[in-house]
């Protein structure tokens, strides 16, 4: 028997930045998923205690954004991408919320690849999952999520560099507590325009260079006003991931408010990514006594909300504290 397990993640701040090169700072989530099995056969057969139907897949999978519950797409996206040698017929449970913005899509395929003898780095893992993300679901995802479910540092946030993938973990100071908090809103945009707004960033790179390279001068120099505000965005967002960084290492946490806000406001205004009811959450949680700062966390167009705050802060009755925990496992008995 084989136990993996995958955890979920929540970007304290840098989104819409890993696929353009840029920086980010996940942490992974004492929330996770965990797949159970038996190693055998030809073929992957998992039940999950969130789905109705079994994922029965093949090892020689050939189309899986064709395969049947949706939910085994991802599965399929990992079998196709990682051929393993061997099947498995198991289980897979998660105290991860599904569709919430906390990655419960790369904490499965990080556990399924794991559970199917994945042995590598975890960098390697992480291209693995990544790959099979974006052939189940078409979405042209970056690395972060997958990343930081297989490299996640206990009572760490990830500062992960997009272009040369190394990842530096940055210790979270005891005085800031993390929350997220579900604005109720499932993420139905967030595919379709994902791959607008990476279009659009891959657009504005072809007109001034990689993104991760320009300066706010050179965002501004772009004549489309559309793709200005979309490169100012990406360009002032690796700026405040990086003074976000520095503000923790250096215990100076009243300077994470402010950039937990500008980061909101950019994506709001500039990469427009967000709806009224997260503008709303991150107003309140904003105003709430004790909170440090709040932003929309994740593609947007609805999931959930980040706030940091105080320890002993109150938040609104339908958050939830999470700590930085250790990245994907395996066990074997
Ligand atoms: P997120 O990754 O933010 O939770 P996604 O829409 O990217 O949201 O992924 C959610 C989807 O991943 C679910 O709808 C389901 O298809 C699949 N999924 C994730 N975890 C599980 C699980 N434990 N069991 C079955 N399917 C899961
Ligand atoms: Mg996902």
């Not at 395929?109 to 974006?134: K, R």
């Amino acid at each position: 028997m084989i136990t993996a397990r995958a955890p979920g993640r929540v970007n304290l701040i840098g989104d819409h930045t890993d696929y353009t090169g840029g920086l980010v700072l996940p942490m992974a989530i004492d929330l996770a998923t965990t797949v159970e099995g038996e190693p055998g056969g030809d073929t992957v057969v998992l039940s999950s205690a969130d789905e109705g139907s079994e994922a029965v897949v093949p090892l020689d999978v050939a189309d899986p954004p064709s395969v049947s519950p949706p939910w085994a797409r991802y599965v399929a996206g990992v079998v196709a991408v990682m051929r393993p040698a061997g099947g498995l017929r198991g289980s897979v449970s998660t105290t991860l919320p599904l569709g919430a913005g906390l990655s419960s899509s790369a904490a499965l395929e990080v556990a399924v690849a794991l559970a199917l003898g994945f042995d590598g780095t975890p960098l390697a893992l992480a291209h693995l999952c990544q790959s099979a993300e974006q052939v189940a679901s078409g979405v042209p995802c970056g690395i972060m999520d997958q990343l930081a479910s297989a490299a996640g540092v206990e009572g760490h946030a990830l500062l992960i560099d997009c272009t040369s993938l190394d990842v530096t973990p940055v210790r979270m100071p005891d005085a800031v507590d993390v929350w997220v908090v579900h604005s109720g809103v499932p993420r139905g945009l967030a595919g379709s325009a994902y791959a607008d707004r990476r279009a659009e960033c891959d657009e504005a790179a072809a007109r001034i260079g990689p993104l991760r390279a320009a300066t706010v001068a050179d965002a501004s120099s772009l004549s489309d006003p559309l793709l200005r505000r979309r490169a100012r965005h990406v360009v002032t967002e690796n700026e405040r991931v990086g003074a976000f960084a520095d503000a923790l290492t250096a215990g100076d946490i009243d300077e994470l408010g402010p950039l937990m806000t500008a980061s909101h406001a950019s994506l709001r205004d500039d990469f427009e990514v967000s709806i009224p009811v997260l503008d709303e959450l991150v107003d309140r949680l904003a105003a709430t006594p004790g909170v440090i700062g709040a932003r929309l966390t994740g593609a947007g167009f609805g999931g959930c909300v980040v706030a940091l705050a105080h320890p002993g802060a109150t938040l609104s009755p339908g958050a939830r504290r999470v700590r930085a925990a250790t990245g994907a496992s395996l066990t074997t008995q």
